[in-house]
Nanobody, 123 residues
Framework: QVQLVESGGGLVQAGDSLRLSCAASGRTFSRYAMGWFRQAPGKEREFVASISWSGLRTYYADSVKGRFTISRDTAKNTVYLQMNSLRPEDTAVYSC????????????????WGQGTQVTVSS
């Protein structure tokens, strides 16, 4: 079992940066791949980024590539999402998720989800 708690969301202006954190509990955190997803009002949840258990493989949605960076600190049981050059269209509830690590990384199925943290980007 893995429990996930996100933090770091907030209200920022376009062009600003934010770093989201996802703290995981459970001794098997290091065995799981981690992902970030987001859901804007009236829209379906969409994939943002993922990282393998080793941290060596990452994968990004085209909409955030070059602006967002996913990373993990296994010692702290935490995964991060550094978001730069934020845009109003990045406004959403951001959630992290954990899943068994498989290849290719884009096919990972996520079994555990956090509650999410709100990110609002004003123009």
């Amino acid at each position: 079992q893995v429990q996930l708690v996100e933090s770091g969301g907030g209200l920022v202006q376009a062009g600003d940066s934010l770093r989201l954190s996802c703290a995981a509990s459970g001794r098997t955190f290091s065995r799981y791949a981690m992902g970030w997803f987001r859901q804007a009002p009236g829209k379906e949840r969409e994939f943002v980024a993922s990282i393998s258990w080793s941290g060596l493989r990452t994968y990004y949605a085209d909409s955030v590539k070059g602006r967002f960076t996913i990373s993990r600190d296994t010692a702290k049981n935490t995964v991060y999402l550094q978001m730069n050059s934020l845009r109003p269209e990045d406004t959403a509830v951001y959630s992290c998720a954990a899943g068994v690590d498989v290849a290719p990384i884009r096919t990972i199925k996520y079994d555990y989800w956090g509650q999410g943290t709100q990110v609002t980007v004003s123009s």
